[in-house]
């Protein structure tokens, strides 16, 4: 069957047009969920989880503005870069990125984050949900591991539900095979997806390419 998309918001307006619009017309379509997966959620951080984020040297950070547009960035490090104060406080390093805050605005408005525990090479994760704030206070950035240069701020989580994610979506990617990645020179470079996004008159790639080398250069400063 092909998708109506003559209305005036088209493809999205057209399939909005009879999407779903409750819990119960959505648990019809799927069975109920396995009682364990309902049971692991825990509000704070045990050791093996503590150790887990001890391991991970990438977070996914979720977050929304008052409105609730969504985003989603990554942050690296160093494993163990994000520190676990106590059982239900994590801190996550400012990194020397593009300025643009998108995060910590986010945080500033609605004061909550979801993050995403990820391990290279393994399929483990940890899912984390909770309040947050932004802190500049001096003796805790001290104590935090740098990415890059020192952190300027550091998003502080309050730990609210944690748990196990399931690793399916990472085996069925070949996340960390790399026989099972799409071969690099059939893909759009970086350089190539800013330019045309950019679309600035006599802008070329190959100018995008030195200022992304440069920044990459510079990370540490």
């Known amino acids: 069957m092909m998708i109506d998309t003559g209305a005036a918001g088209g493809i999205f307006d057209s399939l909005q047009a009879d999407a779903l619009t409750s819990p119960d017309q959505l648990r019809e379509l799927y069975p109920r969920p396995n009682p364990n997966s309902l049971r692991k959620v825990t509000d704070h951080v ?36 994000v520190s676990v104060l106590d059982e239900r406080t994590l801190v ?16 500033l408005e609605t004061g909550r984050v979801g993050l995403l525990f990820l ?5 483990t ?3 984390v949900n909770g309040r947050a704030c932004v802190s500049a206070r001096p003796e805790l950035l001290a104590q935090l591991t740098p990415v890059g240069k020192p952190p300027v701020t550091a998003i502080v ?3 609210e539900e944690i748990y196990p994610h399931c690793p399916k ?9 790399p026989e099972g990645w799409v071969p690099a020179d059939t893909q759009p470079t970086s350089a190539e997806v800013t330019l045309a996004q950019l679309d600035l008159p006599g802008l070329i790639v190959e100018q995008v390419e030195e200022a992304e080398r440069e920044s990459l250069r510079l990370r540490y400063e």
């Open 46 to 81: 045990t050791e093996e989880t503590r150790a887990l984020i001890g391991c991970s040297s990438l977070v996914f950070i979720g977050s929304a503005d008052a409105e609730g547009r969504a985003d989603v960035t990554p942050r690296g490090g160093p494993p163990g870069f």
């Open 92 to 107: 996550i390093p400012d990194a020397t990125g593009n300025k643009r805050l998108d995060t910590l605005h986010n945080v």
């Open 119 to 123: 391990i290279p090479g393994r399929p």
């Open 125 to 127: 994760t940890r899912r």
């Open 157 to 159: 989580v309050r730990t």
């Open 169 to 177: 979506s990472l085996m069925r990617a070949n996340t960390w095979k």
